[in-house]
Protein backbone atom coordinates (compact mmCIF):
# COMPACT_ATOMS: atom_id res chain seq x y z
CA UNK A 1 0.00 0.00 0.00
CA UNK A 2 1.31 3.54 -0.81
CA UNK A 3 0.91 5.73 2.12
CA UNK A 4 0.72 9.79 1.96
CA UNK A 5 0.47 12.21 4.59
CA UNK A 6 -2.74 13.46 3.49
CA UNK A 7 -3.78 10.01 2.84
CA UNK A 8 -3.90 8.86 6.39
CA UNK A 9 -5.16 11.92 7.58
CA UNK A 10 -8.24 11.76 5.25
CA UNK A 11 -9.03 8.39 7.51
CA UNK A 12 -9.54 10.49 10.93
CA UNK A 13 -12.88 9.98 12.33
CA UNK A 14 -12.71 14.46 12.83
CA UNK A 15 -10.17 16.87 12.80
CA UNK A 16 -9.10 16.19 16.95
CA UNK A 17 -7.90 12.72 16.11
CA UNK A 18 -5.78 14.04 13.21
CA UNK A 19 -4.14 16.88 15.35
CA UNK A 20 -3.78 14.05 18.31
CA UNK A 21 -2.17 11.86 15.93
CA UNK A 22 0.57 14.71 14.27
CA UNK A 23 1.49 14.87 17.63
CA UNK A 24 2.76 11.81 18.28
CA UNK A 25 4.43 11.29 15.29
CA UNK A 26 8.09 11.28 17.27
CA UNK A 27 10.01 7.82 17.04
CA UNK A 28 10.86 8.54 20.65
CA UNK A 29 7.29 7.42 21.82
CA UNK A 30 7.72 4.44 19.54
CA UNK A 31 10.15 2.07 21.08
CA UNK A 32 9.01 -0.76 18.76
CA UNK A 33 8.54 -0.12 14.86
CA UNK A 34 7.93 -3.01 12.63
CA UNK A 35 6.18 -4.57 9.24
CA UNK A 36 6.20 -6.43 6.66
CA UNK A 37 3.77 -6.84 3.49
CA UNK A 38 0.49 -7.49 5.67
CA UNK A 39 0.57 -5.17 8.75
CA UNK A 40 2.86 -2.35 10.20
CA UNK A 41 2.49 -2.87 14.25
CA UNK A 42 4.50 -0.39 16.98
CA UNK A 43 3.79 0.18 20.96
CA UNK A 44 3.58 3.87 21.43
CA UNK A 45 4.55 5.25 25.22
CA UNK A 46 1.31 6.69 26.80
CA UNK A 47 0.98 8.40 30.29
CA UNK A 48 0.82 4.52 31.84
CA UNK A 49 3.96 2.18 32.60
CA UNK A 50 2.83 -0.35 29.85
CA UNK A 51 2.85 0.91 25.73
CA UNK A 52 -0.33 0.95 23.92
CA UNK A 53 -0.20 -1.79 21.41
CA UNK A 54 -1.23 -0.50 18.11
CA UNK A 55 -1.67 -2.29 14.45
CA UNK A 56 -2.84 -1.95 11.27
CA UNK A 57 -3.99 -4.58 8.45
CA UNK A 58 -2.32 -2.76 5.71
CA UNK A 59 -4.77 -4.77 3.27
CA UNK A 60 -7.96 -2.66 4.57
CA UNK A 61 -6.02 -0.56 6.38
CA UNK A 62 -7.79 -2.04 9.54
CA UNK A 63 -7.34 -0.76 12.93
CA UNK A 64 -6.74 -2.27 16.52
CA UNK A 65 -5.19 -0.83 19.39
CA UNK A 66 -5.02 -1.23 23.37
CA UNK A 67 -5.47 1.90 23.83
CA UNK A 68 -9.70 2.83 25.43
CA UNK A 69 -10.31 5.72 22.66
CA UNK A 70 -13.65 4.74 21.32
CA UNK A 71 -12.66 6.16 18.00
CA UNK A 72 -11.81 4.54 15.15
CA UNK A 73 -8.90 4.68 14.18
CA UNK A 74 -7.83 6.22 17.54
CA UNK A 75 -4.83 8.57 17.67
CA UNK A 76 -2.07 5.91 17.79
CA UNK A 77 -3.69 3.31 15.25
CA UNK A 78 -3.16 7.27 12.30
CA UNK A 79 0.45 7.92 13.82
CA UNK A 80 1.71 4.88 13.49
CA UNK A 81 0.45 5.05 9.50
CA UNK A 82 2.15 8.72 9.57
CA UNK A 83 5.23 7.70 10.77
CA UNK A 84 5.23 4.54 8.02
CA UNK A 85 4.38 7.24 5.31
CA UNK A 86 7.19 9.53 6.21
CA UNK A 87 9.93 7.26 6.77
CA UNK A 88 9.14 3.08 6.33
CA UNK A 89 13.03 2.69 7.09
CA UNK A 90 12.04 3.05 10.56
CA UNK A 91 10.29 -0.12 10.64
CA UNK A 92 11.78 -3.12 10.96
CA UNK A 93 11.11 -5.61 8.57
CA UNK A 94 10.45 -8.99 10.63
CA UNK A 95 7.80 -11.55 11.49
CA UNK A 96 5.27 -10.01 13.77
CA UNK A 97 5.19 -10.83 17.47
CA UNK A 98 1.87 -13.14 18.87
CA UNK A 99 -0.67 -9.97 19.62
CA UNK A 100 -0.06 -9.01 16.01
CA UNK A 101 -0.54 -12.89 14.31
CA UNK A 102 -2.91 -13.47 15.92
CA UNK A 103 -5.18 -10.89 15.39
CA UNK A 104 -3.96 -10.85 11.40
CA UNK A 105 -5.24 -14.66 11.72
CA UNK A 106 -8.69 -14.38 13.82
CA UNK A 107 -9.34 -11.07 11.00
CA UNK A 108 -8.93 -14.17 8.36
CA UNK A 109 -11.17 -16.34 10.11
CA UNK A 110 -13.86 -14.04 10.65
CA UNK A 111 -13.90 -12.91 6.95
CA UNK A 112 -14.06 -16.92 5.93
CA UNK A 113 -17.09 -17.33 8.21
CA UNK A 114 -18.56 -13.79 7.37
CA UNK A 115 -18.38 -15.11 3.79
CA UNK A 116 -20.51 -18.78 4.81
CA UNK A 117 -22.75 -17.09 6.70
CA UNK A 118 -23.75 -15.04 3.60
CA UNK A 119 -23.96 -18.37 1.52
CA UNK A 120 -25.49 -20.41 4.16
CA UNK A 121 -28.12 -17.38 4.35
CA UNK A 122 -28.57 -17.44 0.74
CA UNK A 123 -29.34 -20.92 0.26
CA UNK A 124 -31.76 -21.40 2.93
CA UNK A 125 -33.57 -18.04 2.92
CA UNK A 126 -37.37 -18.08 2.63
CA UNK A 127 -38.97 -17.09 -0.40
CA UNK A 128 -40.46 -13.78 0.10
CA UNK A 129 -44.05 -13.33 -0.88
CA UNK A 130 -44.18 -11.27 -3.76
CA UNK A 131 -47.59 -10.31 -3.59
CA UNK A 132 -47.57 -9.27 -0.16
CA UNK A 133 -44.45 -7.25 -1.23
CA UNK A 134 -46.23 -5.54 -3.82
CA UNK A 135 -49.06 -4.51 -1.89
CA UNK A 136 -46.68 -2.91 0.63
CA UNK A 137 -44.92 -1.23 -2.01
CA UNK A 138 -48.40 0.41 -3.99
CA UNK A 139 -49.86 1.48 -0.08
CA UNK A 140 -46.04 3.82 0.38
CA UNK A 141 -46.79 4.88 -3.30
CA UNK A 142 -49.84 5.52 -2.40
CA UNK A 143 -49.34 7.67 0.78
CA UNK A 144 -45.88 9.28 -1.10
CA UNK A 145 -48.61 10.42 -3.99
CA UNK A 146 -50.86 12.21 -1.74
CA UNK A 147 -47.95 13.71 0.25
CA UNK A 148 -46.75 15.32 -3.19
CA UNK A 149 -49.96 16.76 -3.48
CA UNK A 150 -50.12 18.43 -0.02
CA UNK A 151 -46.66 19.69 -0.79
CA UNK A 152 -47.34 21.41 -4.01
CA UNK A 153 -50.29 23.03 -2.38
CA UNK A 154 -48.63 24.07 0.36
CA UNK A 155 -45.84 25.46 -2.43
CA UNK A 156 -48.72 27.40 -4.13
CA UNK A 157 -49.29 28.91 -0.70
CA UNK A 158 -46.27 30.10 0.16
CA UNK A 159 -45.45 31.51 -3.20
CA UNK A 160 -48.90 33.59 -2.67
CA UNK A 161 -48.24 35.09 0.61
CA UNK A 162 -44.46 36.04 -0.78
CA UNK A 163 -40.69 35.67 0.49
CA UNK A 164 -40.68 39.03 1.84
CA UNK A 165 -43.52 38.53 4.29
CA UNK A 166 -41.18 35.27 5.92
CA UNK A 167 -41.18 35.34 10.12
CA UNK A 168 -40.28 32.84 12.53
CA UNK A 169 -44.14 31.63 12.57
CA UNK A 170 -43.98 31.26 9.21
CA UNK A 171 -40.72 28.95 9.55
CA UNK A 172 -41.64 26.97 11.72
CA UNK A 173 -44.84 25.95 9.38
CA UNK A 174 -42.21 25.33 6.87
CA UNK A 175 -40.49 22.65 9.79
CA UNK A 176 -44.10 21.13 10.20
CA UNK A 177 -44.53 20.35 6.75
CA UNK A 178 -41.08 18.93 6.87
CA UNK A 179 -42.17 16.59 9.49
CA UNK A 180 -45.46 15.67 7.77
CA UNK A 181 -43.52 14.31 4.43
CA UNK A 182 -41.34 12.45 6.65
CA UNK A 183 -44.31 11.07 8.43
CA UNK A 184 -45.63 9.78 4.79
CA UNK A 185 -42.84 8.14 3.81
CA UNK A 186 -40.98 10.67 1.68
CA UNK A 187 -37.93 11.60 3.49
CA UNK A 188 -36.63 13.42 0.23
CA UNK A 189 -39.22 15.71 -0.03
CA UNK A 190 -38.64 16.92 3.89
CA UNK A 191 -35.20 17.29 3.57
CA UNK A 192 -36.11 19.85 0.59
CA UNK A 193 -38.48 21.60 2.75
CA UNK A 194 -36.03 21.71 5.57
CA UNK A 195 -33.12 22.55 3.56
CA UNK A 196 -34.82 26.14 1.79
CA UNK A 197 -35.52 26.49 5.57
CA UNK A 198 -32.15 26.50 6.32
CA UNK A 199 -31.45 29.25 3.56
CA UNK A 200 -33.73 31.75 4.51
CA UNK A 201 -31.83 34.56 5.27
CA UNK A 202 -28.44 32.96 4.59
CA UNK A 203 -26.47 35.03 1.93
CA UNK A 204 -27.75 38.30 -0.28
CA UNK A 205 -29.44 35.94 -2.79
CA UNK A 206 -31.31 33.58 -0.75
CA UNK A 207 -34.59 34.40 -2.44
CA UNK A 208 -33.25 33.06 -5.82
CA UNK A 209 -31.87 29.66 -4.09
CA UNK A 210 -34.99 29.52 -2.48
CA UNK A 211 -37.19 29.76 -5.26
CA UNK A 212 -34.86 27.55 -6.91
CA UNK A 213 -35.23 24.44 -3.74
CA UNK A 214 -38.84 25.00 -4.22
CA UNK A 215 -39.05 24.96 -8.33
CA UNK A 216 -36.83 21.25 -7.48
CA UNK A 217 -39.91 20.37 -5.50
CA UNK A 218 -42.25 20.99 -7.84
CA UNK A 219 -40.30 19.35 -10.10
CA UNK A 220 -40.59 16.31 -7.90
CA UNK A 221 -44.16 16.47 -7.52
CA UNK A 222 -44.57 16.15 -10.93
CA UNK A 223 -42.72 13.58 -11.63
CA UNK A 224 -44.10 11.58 -8.98
CA UNK A 225 -47.85 12.35 -10.53
CA UNK A 226 -46.35 10.78 -13.60
CA UNK A 227 -44.11 8.22 -12.46
CA UNK A 228 -45.72 5.37 -14.41
CA UNK A 229 -45.02 6.70 -17.65
CA UNK A 230 -41.92 7.67 -17.03
CA UNK A 231 -38.45 5.51 -18.75
CA UNK A 232 -37.24 3.17 -15.81
CA UNK A 233 -33.82 4.49 -15.15
CA UNK A 234 -35.82 8.17 -14.54
CA UNK A 235 -38.19 5.96 -12.27
CA UNK A 236 -34.89 5.09 -10.05
CA UNK A 237 -33.72 8.20 -9.40
CA UNK A 238 -37.12 9.63 -8.80
CA UNK A 239 -37.12 7.13 -5.84
CA UNK A 240 -33.51 8.01 -4.61
CA UNK A 241 -35.26 11.46 -4.60
CA UNK A 242 -37.91 10.64 -2.56
CA UNK A 243 -35.53 8.74 0.05
CA UNK A 244 -36.74 5.33 -0.81
CA UNK A 245 -33.62 3.25 0.44
CA UNK A 246 -32.28 0.77 -2.58
CA UNK A 247 -31.14 -2.37 -1.36
CA UNK A 248 -27.07 -2.41 -1.42
CA UNK A 249 -27.46 -6.40 -1.63
CA UNK A 250 -29.00 -5.75 -4.86
CA UNK A 251 -27.29 -3.13 -5.95
CA UNK A 252 -23.77 -5.33 -5.49
CA UNK A 253 -25.70 -8.63 -6.86
CA UNK A 254 -27.83 -6.26 -10.49
CA UNK A 255 -25.78 -2.93 -10.73
CA UNK A 256 -23.72 -2.04 -13.40
CA UNK A 257 -20.22 -3.57 -12.84
CA UNK A 258 -17.29 -1.41 -14.19
CA UNK A 259 -13.99 -2.84 -13.53
CA UNK A 260 -10.87 -0.21 -13.95
CA UNK A 261 -8.03 1.49 -11.50
CA UNK A 262 -10.08 4.36 -9.82
CA UNK A 263 -8.02 7.25 -8.41
CA UNK A 264 -9.66 8.85 -5.55
CA UNK A 265 -9.77 12.43 -6.59
CA UNK A 266 -11.07 13.84 -3.38
CA UNK A 267 -12.79 12.84 -0.09
CA UNK A 268 -14.73 14.66 2.44
CA UNK A 269 -16.39 13.35 6.06
CA UNK A 270 -19.43 15.27 7.69
CA UNK A 271 -21.42 15.38 10.68
CA UNK A 272 -24.88 14.95 10.57
CA UNK A 273 -27.50 14.84 13.43
CA UNK A 274 -27.26 12.34 16.21
CA UNK A 275 -23.41 11.41 16.09
CA UNK A 276 -24.07 10.02 12.45
CA UNK A 277 -20.80 10.59 10.60
CA UNK A 278 -20.84 10.81 6.50
CA UNK A 279 -17.88 9.90 3.78
CA UNK A 280 -18.20 11.20 0.31
CA UNK A 281 -14.96 9.49 -2.04
CA UNK A 282 -15.01 10.57 -5.28
CA UNK A 283 -13.51 8.96 -8.03
CA UNK A 284 -12.03 8.61 -11.48
CA UNK A 285 -11.58 5.41 -13.16
CA UNK A 286 -8.75 5.66 -15.83
CA UNK A 287 -10.18 3.55 -18.72
CA UNK A 288 -13.91 4.03 -18.70
CA UNK A 289 -13.30 7.70 -18.17
CA UNK A 290 -16.52 7.30 -15.65
CA UNK A 291 -16.57 8.91 -12.63
CA UNK A 292 -18.22 7.44 -9.34
CA UNK A 293 -19.56 8.54 -6.14
CA UNK A 294 -19.24 6.39 -2.73
CA UNK A 295 -21.49 7.29 0.39
CA UNK A 296 -21.20 5.70 3.35
CA UNK A 297 -22.27 6.25 7.05
CA UNK A 298 -20.75 5.27 10.27
CA UNK A 299 -22.52 5.99 14.12
CA UNK A 300 -21.15 7.37 16.54
CA UNK A 301 -16.89 7.70 15.75
CA UNK A 302 -17.00 4.05 14.82
CA UNK A 303 -15.32 2.95 11.33
CA UNK A 304 -16.19 2.95 7.46
CA UNK A 305 -16.55 -1.03 6.11
CA UNK A 306 -13.83 -0.02 3.47
CA UNK A 307 -11.28 2.24 4.12
CA UNK A 308 -10.13 4.44 0.73
CA UNK A 309 -6.89 6.30 0.73
CA UNK A 310 -7.24 10.02 -0.89
CA UNK A 311 -4.37 10.80 -3.97
CA UNK A 312 -3.55 7.12 -5.05
CA UNK A 313 -5.27 4.46 -7.44
CA UNK A 314 -6.67 1.38 -7.14
CA UNK A 315 -7.92 -1.68 -8.71
CA UNK A 316 -11.47 -2.74 -7.80
CA UNK A 317 -14.76 -3.12 -9.35
CA UNK A 318 -17.81 -0.85 -8.88
CA UNK A 319 -21.05 -1.59 -9.00
CA UNK A 320 -23.61 1.45 -10.15
CA UNK A 321 -27.07 2.12 -8.71
CA UNK A 322 -29.58 1.85 -11.16
CA UNK A 323 -30.74 5.59 -12.50
CA UNK A 324 -30.61 8.31 -15.26
CA UNK A 325 -27.60 9.88 -13.52
CA UNK A 326 -25.30 7.05 -12.97
CA UNK A 327 -22.93 8.19 -10.94
CA UNK A 328 -24.04 6.67 -7.41
CA UNK A 329 -21.68 3.57 -6.97
CA UNK A 330 -20.76 0.62 -4.29
CA UNK A 331 -17.43 -1.28 -4.17
CA UNK A 332 -17.72 -4.58 -4.57
CA UNK A 333 -14.50 -5.27 -2.77
CA UNK A 334 -12.55 -3.29 -0.01
CA UNK A 335 -9.95 -1.63 -1.98
CA UNK A 336 -6.42 -3.00 -2.03
CA UNK A 337 -3.21 -3.07 -3.57
CA UNK A 338 -3.44 1.42 -3.54
CA UNK A 339 -0.77 2.93 -6.48
CA UNK A 340 0.03 6.46 -7.51
CA UNK A 341 -2.80 8.22 -8.91
CA UNK A 342 -3.76 8.40 -12.58
CA UNK A 343 -5.24 12.09 -12.81
CA UNK A 344 -7.92 13.00 -15.26
CA UNK A 345 -6.68 14.51 -18.38
CA UNK A 346 -9.79 17.05 -19.61
CA UNK A 347 -10.79 20.29 -19.98
CA UNK A 348 -12.96 22.71 -18.74
CA UNK A 349 -15.72 22.53 -22.07
CA UNK A 350 -15.22 18.54 -21.31
CA UNK A 351 -16.01 19.17 -17.23
CA UNK A 352 -19.45 21.21 -17.74
CA UNK A 353 -20.82 19.11 -20.54
CA UNK A 354 -20.44 15.91 -18.34
CA UNK A 355 -22.28 18.42 -15.57
CA UNK A 356 -24.88 19.25 -17.87
CA UNK A 357 -25.30 15.84 -18.81
CA UNK A 358 -25.97 14.77 -15.42
CA UNK A 359 -28.07 17.29 -14.68
CA UNK A 360 -30.27 17.40 -17.35
CA UNK A 361 -30.77 13.50 -16.72
CA UNK A 362 -30.91 13.96 -13.28
CA UNK A 363 -31.91 17.20 -11.87
CA UNK A 364 -31.89 16.26 -7.89
CA UNK A 365 -28.22 15.20 -7.44
CA UNK A 366 -26.93 18.41 -5.21
CA UNK A 367 -23.22 17.82 -5.85
CA UNK A 368 -21.09 17.12 -8.92
CA UNK A 369 -17.48 16.70 -9.36
CA UNK A 370 -15.76 19.29 -10.80
CA UNK A 371 -12.00 19.35 -11.95
CA UNK A 372 -11.04 22.62 -12.82
CA UNK A 373 -7.23 22.54 -14.94
CA UNK A 374 -5.05 25.81 -14.86
CA UNK A 375 -6.96 26.89 -12.03
CA UNK A 376 -5.38 30.10 -9.97
CA UNK A 377 -6.41 30.90 -6.65
CA UNK A 378 -7.42 34.91 -5.81
CA UNK A 379 -8.74 36.15 -2.98
CA UNK A 380 -11.28 39.06 -3.65
CA UNK A 381 -12.14 40.52 -0.07
CA UNK A 382 -13.32 37.87 2.13
CA UNK A 383 -14.57 35.56 -1.11
CA UNK A 384 -11.70 33.20 -2.10
CA UNK A 385 -11.91 32.46 -6.33
CA UNK A 386 -10.60 29.90 -8.46
CA UNK A 387 -9.65 31.26 -12.10
CA UNK A 388 -9.92 28.76 -14.72
CA UNK A 389 -10.27 29.30 -18.69
CA UNK A 390 -11.11 33.17 -17.73
CA UNK A 391 -13.83 32.16 -15.35
CA UNK A 392 -13.81 33.00 -11.56
CA UNK A 393 -15.75 30.33 -9.79
CA UNK A 394 -16.67 31.46 -5.71
CA UNK A 395 -14.83 28.67 -3.22
CA UNK A 396 -16.51 27.18 -0.31
CA UNK A 397 -13.34 27.41 1.66
CA UNK A 398 -12.13 28.06 5.00
CA UNK A 399 -9.51 30.50 5.62
CA UNK A 400 -7.01 27.75 7.46
CA UNK A 401 -7.72 25.77 3.78
CA UNK A 402 -7.39 28.61 1.35
CA UNK A 403 -3.89 29.82 2.37
CA UNK A 404 -2.48 26.39 2.78
CA UNK A 405 -4.00 25.72 -0.66
CA UNK A 406 -2.37 29.37 -2.36
CA UNK A 407 0.96 28.41 -0.35
CA UNK A 408 0.97 24.80 -2.20
CA UNK A 409 -0.21 26.35 -5.43
CA UNK A 410 2.97 29.31 -4.78
CA UNK A 411 0.73 31.30 -6.94
CA UNK A 412 0.88 29.22 -10.35
CA UNK A 413 -1.93 27.41 -12.17
CA UNK A 414 -3.03 24.28 -10.74
CA UNK A 415 -5.25 21.29 -11.33
CA UNK A 416 -8.37 21.68 -8.89
CA UNK A 417 -10.98 18.68 -7.87
CA UNK A 418 -14.02 19.95 -5.82
CA UNK A 419 -17.92 19.62 -5.22
CA UNK A 420 -20.00 21.79 -7.09
CA UNK A 421 -23.32 22.72 -6.01
CA UNK A 422 -24.27 25.08 -8.98
CA UNK A 423 -23.47 28.08 -6.53
CA UNK A 424 -19.74 27.62 -5.03
CA UNK A 425 -16.99 24.64 -5.48
CA UNK A 426 -15.91 23.21 -2.07
CA UNK A 427 -12.10 21.91 -2.94
CA UNK A 428 -10.98 18.79 -2.39
CA UNK A 429 -7.97 18.23 -3.40
CA UNK A 430 -5.08 19.76 -5.89
CA UNK A 431 -2.09 19.23 -8.11
CA UNK A 432 0.54 20.08 -10.12
CA UNK A 433 0.89 18.96 -13.72
CA UNK A 434 2.93 15.81 -13.98
CA UNK A 435 2.77 15.08 -10.29
CA UNK A 436 2.40 11.81 -8.65
CA UNK A 437 1.20 12.74 -5.73
CA UNK A 438 -1.80 15.51 -4.39
CA UNK A 439 0.16 18.91 -3.01
CA UNK A 440 -2.82 19.43 -1.23
CA UNK A 441 -6.13 17.69 0.64
CA UNK A 442 -8.66 19.47 2.26
CA UNK A 443 -8.22 19.09 6.12
CA UNK A 444 -5.14 17.79 5.92
CA UNK A 445 -1.94 20.05 7.30
Not at 7 to 17: H, I, N, T
Not at 291 to 309: I, K, S, V, Y
Not at 351 to 373: D, F, K, M, N, T
Request: proline share 6%; with cysteine.
Amino acid sequence: MQLSTEGVLALAPDDASAKAARGLVLPAKWPLLGANEAAAWGECQGSGSKPYQTQVDLGGPAFRCSCPSRKFPCKHGLALLLLRAQDASRFTATEPPAWVAEWLASRGEKAQKKEERQQDKAATAAPADPQAAARREDQRWQRITAAGQELQRWLADQLAAGLGALNDERLRGWQTMAARMVDAQAPGLGLGVREAAAGVRDGADWPERTLQRFGLLQLLCEALQRRETLPEPVQADLRSALGWPQDKAEVLAQGEAVADRWTVLGMVMAEREDKLSERRVWLHGQQSGRRAWLLDHAFGGRGFEQAWLGGCSVQATLRFFPGASRLRALSAEAPTAAAAPVWPQVTLADEWRRIAQRISACPWVGLQPLVLPGAVLLRQGEQWLAVADGRALPLQLGAADAWLLLAASGGRPLQLMGEWDGHLLAPLTAWTEGAAAPCWQRGAT
